[in-house]
């Protein structure tokens, strides 16, 4: 019988997208034929993993896990609402967040590797993705994820949609209420001070915008026009008005609008140093299937080979 080399194991799996124990079994059975061991694993898991890898994930959920002041914020990704439901799916999901926070890898490459079974697949991360892929028919992803440790922890989750860590010095409910907070504001940062400077920069070219269609109004309407000074007032008006809107301790508490966030949390004696919020598929462009166009596209192929 031919040796099962490392090589032959790796070719299988970049052509069937299968589990790397999956590829190994398949090549023993075939001998180290690769056409044959190739049609073993289509069998075994159809030809759905393969397919799938190219897909496009942007649906999925978002998971904490925190262990006194470890944890980890994860989002795994797929293709369709329906999986996000499914058992298998977020049995991955939970695994590997706990995997996060429990060895800190560095980066997704390093998670994948991590040693985890589950439905009959392993013996790593990796290989039960790519079986749990193979099995449910979609793709899956692991998108980002962020290792806390050395703070308090709070974490509030939105459905699985929505996922909000907070490490914070103080109160633990003051916390809670402030992950919560930031789940239904969104902000971008702590304070004024630390909204990145691209975004200043885009709400800013969008305040001067503004501004260049007021003037170009009142001219045709034959208003005066304002000054440049008074211009460029309204516009860092606009600019300081998107700061407070934006940054967490300058909000409007959402359980008592009359308070801001930095004022609800000196009244409970709690800091909040920082805060990660993941949003599931934000920035994930999504495949919109046309129909229509894609009929008249197999129509126009017909004719053309007709």
Do not use: W
Request: charged share 25%; net charge neutral; with cysteine.
């Amino acid at each position: 019988m031919a040796a099962i080399t490392a090589s032959m194991v790796a070719e299988l799996r970049g052509k069937t997208d299968a589990p790397m124990m999956e590829c190994k079994k398949a090549l023993t059975e075939a001998g180290g034929d690769m056409a044959k061991a190739e049609e073993l694993l289509r069998v075994k898991l159809g030809s759905k993993a393969g397919k799938a890898a190219s897909r496009v994930t942007a649906e999925g959920v978002v998971v904490s896990f925190i262990e006194g002041q470890t944890g980890a914020l994860l989002e795994v990704n797929c293709e369709t609402d329906f999986v996000t439901k499914n058992d298998s799916f977020l049995a991955l999901a939970k695994g590997a967040v706990e995997l996060i926070a429990k060895n800190n890898p560095a980066d997704v490459a390093a998670l994948s590797a991590l040693p985890y079974a589950q439905d009959g697949f392993g013996p790593t991360l990796e290989d039960v993705r790519a079986g749990l892929i193979g099995k449910i028919g979609e793709n899956m992803s692991f998108r980002r994820f962020k290792y806390f440790s050395g703070s308090k922890l709070a974490s509030y989750l939105h459905g699985t949609r929505i996922g909000v860590v907070v490490e914070f010095e103080g109160d633990e409910v003051a916390a809670k209420d402030v992950a919560m907070h930031i789940a239904a504001m969104k902000p971008v940062a702590l304070t004024s001070a630390d909204v990145p400077a691209e975004l200043i920069a885009k709400e800013r070219s969008v305040a001067a915008a503004k501004a260049a269609e007021d003037a170009a109004t009142a001219v045709a309407a034959g208003k005066p026009v304002q000054s440049d000074e008074i211009v460029a007032k309204r516009v860092e008006g606009g600019v300081q008005k998107y700061l407070k809107e934006v940054s967490l301790f300058n909000q409007a508490f959402v359980k008592n609008d009359k308070q801001s966030v930095e004022q609800m949390l000196k009244a409970a004696g709690t800091n909040v140093k920082a805060f990660t919020l993941y949003v599931v598929g934000e920035g994930i462009e999504k495949k919109v299937d046309d129909f229509a166009a894609e009929v008249a596209a197999q129509v126009a192929a017909a004719k053309a080979s007709a």
